[in-house]
């Protein structure tokens, strides 16, 4: 009887699944508006879907974790980046330790916000072992501390809200008992989500006009090119081309934020100083080795991100149930944004739970 009874739970949620991915966009898009002092790190208001759907059997929440993780990477424009690679390692080993958690682990001894806390503090750590490896080096001992006190107070707030919209939400509780139709085609018109795809003036060089699996595959060619040249000048030149190219579409995001982040890169790296001094501060020594070795890990990842956005379209359609999902959530992406004007403070949780309900309807 139990197992009947979890086997219909795993059902119904599997049900919710085109909307708990469109919501991973939603707040993904969210995110990405938020400015932050280095590009991979998050808040993780995108996990809040992958908490709700703890109760999936294994491929439907695997499936809905890896078009999070694409789908960010879309939103973003951060496809062909290392920030790419660090969101791919630590949501998906976050995501996997949550699941192992609430299998093991039953709701009377572990809520979702330890599951929350518990992810959130795996994909952290995840994170900046890699950011260590490919972007920061050993400067990144230094924001390990407020990196790991951030993702404990974003885990414990995200898990206690789903706490409570698990235990009030109609939707989350009942929802659709059947699974949605197939996906359908991707309308023409991108979807208004984020500055990475642009917004307002017509850009000088729109890519909309170039079909996407195209532009796609240039995005990789050009990437290569990018990571298998040496020389701290061919990176930078690339970088500003890309960058270039970037701005011609109309897709830099805040470009301020690139250059920030750009500086950054470079200050972590001189904090572990090799080679010739260049002059010192104090005891603080700025060696060309250093310096150079920074400004050559900034232009690459920042170089990554542009090209990202210049050969990224949300129109691009990949096959298969992943494909098919992630086109259903873009397209899904534009009712979400419709509804919320109509999410207020009061009744926070009550506005997207009618909000979830009227997409699931559809």
């Not at 085109?18 to 969210?30: H, K, Y």
């Not at 699974?179 to 989500?193: D, G, R, T, V």
């Not at 890519?207 to 990018?226: C, D, H, V, W």
């Not at 750009?262 to 572990?272: E, G, K, P, S, T």
């Amino acid at each position: 009887m139990k197992d009947s009874l979890k086997e219909r739970t795993a059902q119904k949620m599997a049900a919710k699944l085109p909307v708990l991915s469109a919501l991973c966009l939603f707040l993904s898009t969210i995110e990405y508006m938020i400015p932050k002092p280095l590009p991979f790190i998050r808040l993780g208001l995108a996990n809040a879907p992958l908490l709700l759907a703890l109760r999936m059997p294994p491929s439907s929440f695997f499936l809905l974790v890896f078009v999070k993780i694409l789908g960010q990477a879309f939103i973003s424009g951060t496809l062909f980046s290392y920030v790419f690679l660090l969101s791919l390692s630590g949501t998906t080993l976050s995501a996997a330790a949550m699941y192992f958690l609430r299998r093991i682990a039953p709701e009377k001894y572990m809520s979702l916000l330890g599951i929350s806390v518990t992810g959130a503090v795996i994909s952290s750590i995840t994170q900046i072992a890699l950011a260590r490896l490919f972007i920061l080096g050993p400067g990144a001992v230094y924001i390990m501390p407020p990196f790991l006190a951030m993702s404990i107070i974003s885990g414990t707030a995200l898990g206690a809200f789903c706490e409570r919209f698990a235990a009030k939400s109609r939707w989350y509780r009942d929802g659709p008992v059947e699974a949605s139709a197939a996906a359908p085609i991707l309308p023409e018109k991108q979807p208004a989500c984020s500055g990475a795809y642009g917004g307002g003036k017509k850009p000088l060089l729109d890519t909309n006009k170039i079909p996407p699996a195209p532009l796609f595959f240039a995005g990789l060619f050009m990437a290569a090119a990018l990571l298998f040249t040496k020389g701290v000048m061919v990176r930078s030149v690339l970088f500003f081309a890309f960058l270039l190219l970037a701005l011609l579409a109309g897709k830099t995001g805040n470009i301020f934020l690139t250059f920030v982040f750009f500086v950054v890169i470079v200050l972590f790296n001189a904090l572990i100083p090799y080679g010739r001094v260049l002059f010192e501060i104090g005891a603080f020594s700025l060696t060309e080795g250093a310096l150079t070795q920074g400004i050559e890990k900034a232009a690459t990842v920042e170089g990554l991100v542009m090209l990202s956005r210049f050969t990224i379209s949300p129109r691009l359609r990949l096959p298969g149930r992943a494909g098919a999902l992630l086109t259903e959530s873009f397209l899904l992406l534009p009712q979400l944004y419709e509804k919320k004007a109509a999410i207020h403070t009061k009744t926070f949780i009550d506005d997207i739970d009618k909000a979830l309900l009227e997409l699931n309807a559809k």
